[in-house]
């Protein structure tokens, strides 16, 4: 059983287009995020998400908006994409524990390009 | 504000070598350290998850440990085989999860 899954893999669209990508965990977690990893391999958080509530939002264009339908699912939403949008996108999952902090998991990745 | 630091970038050695890998971040003040694996193409796996008052944990030929007060992790690989070649990851949990560059590593058959 996949842990954290995204659709799509594969995500090729021009720019000014509107996509989605969608993520869902099955591990009963209760916080999720959105991370970029760029062209040099760097990951960057974008979003996190606890029981449906946003957390945090690291000064991400208001052209991406994170929607959590309920703690298992987080998706992203991005309008009017532009050329600086592509990516690979990670979805992970965490459960919060304390003092130990929380073990991410990650989804496959969704590599989008822009054209 | 943390930042995480990986040595080197990149790393080839022949099969059957020991290796270090090296992790460093700014602040001290971290629940944890994770080590991921990320092949070409793929997500991340988690490999070895060490808690801020741990000071090592080990998995089969990784062994990683952690020095919270000096801000340094290292990352240990027995035996390197083909199979490990990957980049490796290194990220710090304080109020969120930050990522390190990553190390290329590539083992030689």
């Known amino acids: 059983d996949t842990a954290v899954s995204q659709t799509p893999k594969y995500l090729v669209t021009q720019m000014g287009n509107d996509k989605s990508i969608k993520c869902e965990q099955n591990?009963?977690?209760?916080?999720m995020y959105w991370y970029k990893q760029d062209s040099k391999k760097f990951l960057k958080i974008m979003f996190s998400?606890?029981?449906?509530?946003?957390?945090i939002n690291e000064t991400v264009p208001n052209r991406f908006s994170p929607k959590s339908p309920d703690k298992a699912h987080l998706n992203l939403h991005i309008n009017s994409l532009e050329l600086g949008d592509s990516a690979v996108y990670f979805c992970?999952?965490?459960?919060?524990?304390?003092?130990?902090?929380?073990?991410?998991?990650f989804g496959q990745g969704t590599r989008l390009t822009v054209v | 504000k943390q930042e995480v630091t990986q040595i080197p970038a990149a790393l080839s050695v022949p099969e059957g070598e020991n290796l270090v890998l090296n992790c460093s971040f700014t602040?001290?003040?971290?629940?944890?350290l994770q080590w991921f694996r990320q092949d070409p193409g793929k997500g991340l796996t988690s490999l070895l998850l060490?808690?801020?008052?741990?000071r090592e944990q080990t998995s089969g030929r990784l062994n990683a440990s952690l020095d919270k007060s000096s801000g340094r992790s290292t990352l240990y690989i027995a035996a390197s085989q083909p199979g490990d070649s990957a980049t490796y990851l290194c990220?710090?949990?304080?109020?969120?999860?930050?990522f390190g560059a990553g190390t290329i590593l590539r083992v030689k058959s």
């Open positions: 992970a999952s965490s459960q919060w524990e304390g003092g130990n902090g929380a073990e991410a998991f």
């Open positions: 591990l009963g977690h209760d916080t």
């Open positions: 998400y606890n029981n449906k509530e946003l957390i």
């Open positions: 602040d001290s003040a971290i629940y944890n």
């Open positions: 060490i808690q801020s008052s741990q």
């Open positions: 990220a710090v949990e304080g109020n969120k999860l930050v």
